[in-house]
T-cell receptor, first 115, second 115 residues
Framework: AAGVIQSPRHLIKEKRETATLKCYPI?????VYWYQQGPGQDPQFLIS???????DKGSIPDRFSAQQFSDYHSELNMSSLELGDSALYFC??????????????FGPGTRLTVL | AQSVTQLDSQVPVFEEAPVELRCNYS??????LFWYVQYPNQGLQLLLK??????LVKGINGFEAEFNKSQTSFHLRKPSVHISDTAEYFC?????????????FGSGTRLQVQP
């Protein structure tokens, strides 16, 4: 079965650079969530989209922005990167026939390292 | 607002022994409850969830959890663990009502199964 795809899997950037993380949800899923997991920490919710509109906002810094496109894939744009942005970024999708089970399916994550 | 407390950051246990990973939550509204497992360098995989109905929930890999509303707990159990169960386990909650559907995670419990 198709899963959530995230790209790239690994990304190395320097301070003050920008980065774009991509998430491709499971086909027919209309909702995407972004989470940030710092080293040794629990995942923290950043932002979510439903039907291409922002549906909820968590602890996303102002330097970050995100959107969901017409094909339901989502991109997380990160600017003025800081050392503290080094983390594993997860995308999760929800919807389709599994909506009633209220399950979010997680991708493998993008590991961002800021030097 | 919701919060999740996982009292044990690490749980060492011998192979074939039983294990219980504790999870307590706090919320002003009704919640759904989840347990996720994260193997090294991998994404989050759903173990089990409680949405409604029977308070004893069975999941994958022989795990089960019991929802106790009066104690606001959702402890995870397995009667006999294997080496392959070594991983990080996260308890999570989600607002049952419409509105924020993002997950709030606990800080995680690292289960270390020893031979």
């Amino acid at each position: 079965a198709a899963g959530v795809i995230q790209s790239p899997r690994h990304l190395i950037k320097e301070k003050r650079e920008t980065a774009t993380l991509k998430c491709y949800p499971i086909p027919r899923h209309d909702t995407v969530y972004w989470y940030q997991q710092g080293p040794g920490q629990d995942p923290q919710f950043l932002i979510s989209f439903y039907e291409k509109m922002q549906s909820d906002k968590g602890s996303i810094p102002d330097r970050f922005s995100a959107q969901q496109f017409s094909d339901y894939h989502s991109e997380l744009n990160m600017s003025s990167l800081e050392l503290g942005d080094s983390a594993l970024y997860f995308c999760a999708s929800r919807g389709g026939g599994t909506r009633r089970f209220d399950e979010q399916f997680f991708g493998p994550g993008t590991r961002l390292t800021v030097l | 607002a919701q919060s999740v407390t996982q009292l044990d950051s690490q749980v060492p246990v011998f192979e074939e022994a039983p294990v219980e990973l504790r999870c307590n939550y706090s919320s002003s509204v009704s919640v759904y409850l989840f347990w996720y497992v994260q193997y090294p360098n991998q994404g989050l995989q759903l173990l089990l969830k409680y949405l409604s109905g029977s308070t004893l929930v069975k999941g994958i890999n022989g795990f089960e959890a019991e929802f106790n509303k009066s104690q606001t707990s959702f402890h995870l159990r397995k009667p006999s663990v294997h080496i392959s169960d070594t991983a990080e386990y996260f308890c999570a909650v989600r607002n049952r009502d419409t509105g924020r559907r993002a997950l709030t995670f606990g800080s995680g419990t690292r289960l270390q199964v020893q031979p």
